[in-house]
């Protein structure tokens, strides 16, 4: 058994070897058998017979695990550098966004059984109260062996009923719990951030139509509170649960689509970009043309409910045989609700940088830039302006019978009517 390997699994099928190089990279090369699955790790590695060097498997490996600090802090727990992006994944690896699984040589994902560590109110309490030090549930048990990208603290939960659990030895998720994060007096340093998160999702939910029947916009949610403390329950899209069992789904954000070291946009640098992102889904997609309009439609609502945050890691793409299509909306927060929160785009949208210096006629140019004609393009934004304008009150209205109203809630309202009308020209 090499120390200097990893398996990559997939579905019960092992895809990939990765190979260290010794200075915290690897090299991946597909298995033989991959060559007869018909899909792929990500629309920059297709199944080929050579390995991908570091330089080029890099992004997608690193957008397995977290960012920065929470890395970081995962690597202290375990006395690894935060760099080694092997060591990292080797332990922890088992279970990632998406339908990856990273094991060392000889071990089977299929051998071992979904165990979970189902919490009490006290320890659930003691798991959020921890994140900031002790990241994804590590506190609670030291083979919570889970990973997600991102930097919010979030704690990853099996949910069974009301009751919630951390997950053993690779067990997959069902669920991500977002609690608000809190200044040192109490106060939410972001107030009423699970609150609008619920609020943004719904309001994607209701107003952008779905290109097929059944087919899921935005992630589903619901608020709860813990010991007095705000918090978002998300249900994760990249998990299904077949005959009691969880099973995973493929998927990577559009860093890892783009092999982009930024999920911002840098004036000076092409990526990432909402048009490189639309290239990605022409040029992968079984329905290009179903899957941009989706975009468009994803960015009209978002940037009507006053999301500055949708950038590349916030756009997802879910993989099946060769083919790609859209995530559901996940991460959508009315940022602009508050004054101290920058209200620059983290993606540009027809050369503009700032929300509200934003115009009709700049968002339908960005539209244009990805090969759209110009009237789908303005069919495709005022389908999501009208329907946004008609689901408003009823979403607040729900927010209103249903416990989670704030004051921040109506701060969002009255910004989200002023763009619909602002963008509608």
């Not at 007869?36 to 080929?48: D, H, M, N």
Request: hydrophobic share 40%; charged share 25%; aromatic share 4%.
């Amino acid at each position: 058994m090499s120390e200097d390997e990893l398996w990559l699994w997939h579905g019960g099928q092992q895809v990939a070897v990765l190979t260290s190089d010794g200075l915290g990279g690897a090299a991946l090369r597909y298995t033989p058998e991959a060559r007869s699955w018909g899909s792929f790790l990500s629309v920059r590695l297709p199944v080929r017979e050579e390995s991908y060097p570091w330089v080029q498997c890099r992004d997608f490996l690193d957008g397995l695990l977290p960012e920065d600090s929470v890395r970081s802090q995962l690597a202290v727990k375990e006395r690894i550098p935060g760099h080694d992006t092997f060591l990292m994944l080797k332990a922890y690896g088992r279970d990632c966004a998406g339908a990856v699984q990273v094991l060392p040589p000889g071990q089977n994902p299929e051998s071992s059984p979904q165990d979970t560590r189902w919490l009490n109110d006290g320890e659930l309490q003691q798991a959020i109260t921890s994140l900031p030090s002790a990241p994804l549930g590590t506190s609670i048990d030291q083979n919570v062996r889970v990973s997600l990208g991102g930097l919010q603290g979030k704690l990853l939960v099996v949910r069974r009923g009301e009751v919630l659990g951390v997950p053993l030895d690779g067990t997959p998720t069902t669920h991500i719990l977002k609690p608000a994060l809190l200044n040192e007096d109490g106060s939410e340093v972001w107030p009423s951030i699970a609150q609008l998160e619920l609020l943004g999702l719904s309001l994607v939910g209701a107003s952008v139509a779905a290109p097929q029947k059944k087919r899921q916009i935005a992630a589903r949610a619901e608020m709860l509170t813990i010991q007095g403390r705000n918090a978002i329950l998300v249900e994760r899209f990249d998990r299904r649960i077949v005959d009691g069992r969880v099973i995973r789904i493929h998927q990577e954000d559009m860093c890892q689509a783009l092999g982009s070291r930024n999920k911002y946009q840098k004036t000076a640098e092409r990526l990432p970009s909402l048009q490189a992102i639309a290239e990605v889904l022409w040029e992968n997609s079984a329905s290009p043309v179903v899957e941009r309009n989706l975009l468009a439609r994803y960015l009209v609502a978002n940037l009507a409910i006053g999301n500055c945050d949708m950038h590349a890691r916030n756009i997802g793409i879910l993989i099946d045989k060769n083919t790609v299509q859209l995530t559901p909306a996940y991460d959508v927060v009315p940022t602009a609700t508050w004054k101290q929160h920058d209200t620059e785009l983290s993606l540009h949208v027809g050369g503009e940088l700032l929300l509200e210096d934003l115009t009709r006629g700049q968002i339908l140019d960005e539209l244009i830039s990805w090969g759209m004609p110009l009237k789908l393009a303005t069919a495709n934004m005022d389908l999501v302006l009208s329907s946004l304008r008609k689901e408003l009150p009823r979403v607040v209205e729900a927010s209103e019978k249903e416990g989670w109203h704030t004051d921040e809630i109506d701060v969002a309202t009255r910004g989200i009517n002023e763009r619909i009308v602002r963008f509608s020209g």
